[in-house]
T-cell receptor, first 115, second 110 residues
């Protein structure tokens, strides 16, 4: 089991550009959550996808959007990139509404640098 | 607002010494708390969860609702315990949402 797979691993973009990050969840998981982890900080919740719909959202602007596909994989899109968007973006998968059962399985992240 | 605090950014202990990583939370509902760990060059992974009352790698954590704390403890630190530790609060309304603390970097000195 490959666990959670994220691509690409590293990315450099220019201010104002748009970026798409991808995530494949752990086998058997159907829920994908995205987190932003700035240097020296804990992960901050962006949003969560289940059954191809965004069902929860953190305090992030509309420039951050996402999508979940029928195979449960997910994309995170960020438009009009700002320097402050530079961070490690983590994808975590879990199994539906299984309450507190096994927590999240995290990917290794995509390191985004905006210049 | 829901929040998780970890007052120590860095913690250094000698091998064999007891270690305690502090975590406090603010949440008016019924909390579910986790500890996650990230070893060097590895991904974030679940260490333990309060509902299972388990001991993983010698670590335990007890939820104290009166003090709104969920401190992580180990009686004898090992070098391989050196890592970044994150306390996390799970909010359950209709769906789960995880709020992470800022993390504590534990360094075990040989």
């Amino acid at each position: 089991d490959a666990g959670v797979t994220q691509s690409p691993t590293h990315l450099i973009k220019t201010r104002g550009q748009q970026v798409t990050l991808r995530c494949s969840p752990k086998s058997g998981h159907d829920t994908v959550s995205w987190y932003q982890q700035a240097l020296g900080q804990g992960p901050q919740f962006i949003f969560q996808y289940y059954e191809e719909e965004e069902r929860q959202r953190g305090n992030f602007p509309d420039r951050f959007s996402g999508h979940q596909f029928p195979n449960y994989s997910s994309e995170l899109n960020v438009n009009a990139l700002l320097l402050g968007d530079s961070a490690l973006y983590l994808c975590a998968s879990s199994l539906g509404a299984v309450r507190g059962a096994e927590g999240y399985t995290f990917g290794s992240g995509t390191r985004l640098t905006v210049v | 607002a829901q929040r998780v605090t970890q007052p120590e950014k860095l913690l250094s202990v000698f091998k064999g010494a007891p270690v305690e990583l502090k975590c406090n939370y603010s949440y008016s509902g019924s909390p579910e708390l986790f500890w996650y760990v990230q070893y060097s060059r590895q991904r974030l992974q679940l260490l333990l969860r309060h509902i299972s009352r388990e001991s993983i790698k010698g670590f335990t954590a007890d939820l104290n609702k009166g003090e709104t704390s969920f401190h992580l403890k180990k009686p004898f630190a090992q070098e391989e315990d050196s890592a970044m530790y994150y306390c996390a609060l799970v909010l359950w309304t209709s769906y789960d949402k995880v709020i992470f603390g800022p993390g504590t970097s534990l360094s075990v000195i040989p």
